[in-house]
C-alpha cells in the first residue's frame, strides 16, 4: 500500500538558516511526488511536484526537492528561510489511482 | 488564476443534522475530491469523482456521505446525520486527468465544520 512517512513534526530554523524536511515514501512502481504547504487557516498550496525526468525538482518560494529512489526519499529544501515560511508542509504521493495519500505533516516555526 | 472555490469558510452544526458542503471545482476540469484534516492530523482522501459516478472511495466514506455535482458547476458533500467526529477541514480538489495522468490536484481553501 501507498504511504508517506515524515519523521519529523516540529522544526524549527532560524530567519536565514538553511532548512531540509525529511520525506519517505512507500509505493510499489515509479510515484508521484508532491510537497503542499498550508499556512494557518489556509488551504493546502502546491511547491513542487516530481513524476518524471530530473530528480532535482524547483518549486515555487525559492524550495526545491530530489528524488531519490534508492532511499525512496523526496526531501524538501530551501537554502535560506523566511520569516513567511513558517507553516505546515506535507509531502504526497500520488500513483495508479485518482487519490493522493499525504503524510502527516511537519509544522515549521522560524525563530527571529 | 483559476481556483477551487469552497463555501462556506466555516460551518457549525449539531450532532445528527445533515449538511452539504460546496465546491465549485476548476471549470476545465474532469475529476474531483473531498478530503478531509482532522485538526492535527493528516489530510486523508475521501472520495474522488468522474463522469457523474464514484471512481474511488476510502473506508471512511460510509453510507453517511455522498457527493454529487448537480449542475454541472457545482460539487457536494452531503453529510446526513453529523457525528462529533466529523468536525475537521473538508478540501474540496480537482483536477483535468486522474490516475497516472494526473499530475496536479488544485485544492480549495478548505470548509471547517464544527459539530457541535
Known amino acids: 500500500a501507498q504511504s508517506v512517512t515524515q519523521p519529523d513534526i516540529h522544526i524549527t530554523v532560524s530567519e536565514g538558516a538553511s532548512l531540509e524536511l525529511r520525506c519517505n515514501y512507500s509505493y510499489g512502481a515509479t510515484p508521484y511526488l508532491f510537497w503542499y504547504v498550508q499556512s494557518p487557516g489556509q488551504g493546502l498550496q502546491l511547491l513542487l511536484k516530481y513524476f518524471s525526468g530530473d530528480t532535482l525538482v524547483q518549486g515555487i518560494k525559492g524550495f526545491e526537492a530530489e528524488f531519490k529512489r534508492s532511499q525512496s526519499s523526496f526531501n524538501l529544501r530551501k537554502p535560506s528561510v523566511h520569516w513567511s515560511d513558517a507553516a505546515e508542509y506535507f509531502c504526497a504521493v500520488g500513483g495508479g489511482d485518482d487519490k493522493i495519500i499525504f503524510g502527516k505533516g511537519t509544522r515549521l516555526h522560524i525563530l527571529p | 488564476e483559476p481556483e477551487v472555490t469552497q463555501t462556506p469558510s466555516h460551518q457549525v452544526t449539531q450532532m445528527g443534522q445533515e449538511v452539504i458542503l460546496r465546491c465549485v471545482p476548476i471549470s476545465n476540469h474532469l475529476y474531483f475530491y473531498w478530503y478531509r484534516q482532522i485538526l492535527g492530523q493528516k489530510v486523508e482522501f475521501l472520495v474522488s469523482?468522474?463522469?457523474?459516478?464514484?471512481?474511488?472511495k476510502s473506508e471512511i466514506f460510509d453510507d453517511q456521505f455522498s457527493v454529487e455535482r448537480p449542475d454541472g458547476s457545482n460539487f457536494t458533500l452531503k453529510i446526513r446525520s453529523t457525528k462529533l467526529e466529523d468536525s475537521a477541514m473538508y478540501f474540496c480538489?480537482?483536477?483535468?486527468?486522474?490516475?497516472?495522468?494526473?499530475?496536479?490536484?488544485?485544492f480549495g481553501q478548505g470548509t471547517r465544520l464544527t459539530v457541535v
Open positions: 469523482f468522474y463522469n457523474n459516478e464514484i471512481s474511488e
Open positions: 480538489a480537482s483536477s483535468r486527468q486522474g490516475g497516472r495522468t494526473n499530475t496536479e490536484a488544485f
